[in-house]
C-alpha cells in the first residue's frame, strides 16, 4: 500500500524545484495563485496507453483569459489540479530553475490536491527562435534534462493541431531509478508550447497520465 502523501511530503519537496530550488538559502521565483479556473464542462479525454487508468474528468479550464495563467493556448484540467503562474521566470538569477534548453516555465498545475505527486508543468519558446518549431522545441527541450534517456518522439495531435509527444526516462537522483516522463508540443502563431508530465516515480506519473491526456485531446491556440 502507498504510505499517505503527508508521509512523503519531504520527498515531494525534494522533487519539486520551482518550490523549493536546488539547496541554496537564495529566494525562488515566486509561484503564485491567479484567479480560480473557469468552470468547464464534464468531458473525458481517454489516455492513449494501454494500461493506464481511467479517463480523467473536465472540471475547468486553463490557459484563457481569467485563469490563472495567461498562454498561447487553452486546455482542460482535471478535477482538483490547482494551476499557478510562475512569476518572472525571465529572471536569470533562476534560470536554472525556470528554463530548460530554450523553454521558459510560465505555469505550474499541482497533482497533490487530486491524491497525486506530481505536475503537469507549461513551458514556451519565443516565436522566430531556432526552437520555435514543435519539434525542435520539443527535442532541445529533451536534450536539457539532466539525466533523461531513450526518448521516443511521435507525431500525433493536441487537440485540432498537429503536434508531437515524447516518452522518456530521467535517472532520479533521489529515488536512484529511473522514472518516466512525457511531454507535447505545439507550434503558435506566438511560438511554441511544450506541455509535460512528471511525478515522484513511474508508478505516480502513470496514475496522472490521464490527466494528460485530458489536456492534450482539448488543447486549443488562444
Not at 502507498?2 to 519537496?13: E, G
Not at 507549461?122 to 536539457?144: I, M, N, P, Q
Request: with cysteine; proline share 10%.
Amino acid at each position: 500500500m502507498r504510505p499517505p502523501i503527508r508521509l512523503l511530503l519531504p520527498v515531494l519537496l525534494a522533487a519539486g524545484p520551482l518550490l523549493t530550488g536546488c539547496g541554496g538559502p537564495e529566494p525562488l521565483p515566486e509561484v503564485t495563485p491567479g484567479p480560480r479556473p473557469t468552470a468547464a464542462k464534464p468531458t473525458t479525454a481517454r489516455p492513449s496507453d494501454a494500461g493506464a487508468p481511467g479517463a480523467a474528468v473536465a472540471a475547468a479550464s486553463l490557459g484563457g483569459p481569467g485563469t490563472a495563467c495567461p498562454l498561447p493556448v487553452s486546455f482542460s484540467l482535471a478535477q482538483a489540479w490547482e494551476p499557478k503562474a510562475v512569476r518572472n521566470p525571465e529572471d536569470p538569477e533562476f534560470a536554472v530553475l525556470t528554463r530548460q534548453g530554450p523553454a521558459t516555465v510560465r505555469c505550474e498545475v499541482d497533482a497533490k490536491p487530486a491524491g497525486h505527486i506530481g505536475f503537469l508543468r507549461v513551458w514556451t519558446a519565443e516565436k522566430g527562435s531556432a526552437s520555435s518549431s514543435a519539434r525542435a522545441l520539443l527535442e532541445a527541450f529533451v536534450k536539457a534534462e539532466k539525466g533523461s534517456s531513450g526518448a521516443a518522439y511521435r507525431e500525433t495531435t493536441a487537440g485540432a493541431l498537429p503536434a508531437v509527444e515524447v516518452a522518456y526516462t530521467v535517472r532520479s537522483e533521489l529515488l536512484d531509478e529511473e522514472k518516466e516522463e512525457r511531454a507535447f508540443a505545439v507550434a503558435t502563431q506566438k511560438g511554441a508550447v511544450v506541455v509535460h508530465l512528471g511525478g515522484m516515480d513511474t508508478e505516480e506519473h502513470r496514475a496522472m497520465v490521464p490527466a494528460y491526456e485530458l489536456a492534450r485531446t482539448t488543447l486549443k491556440v488562444l
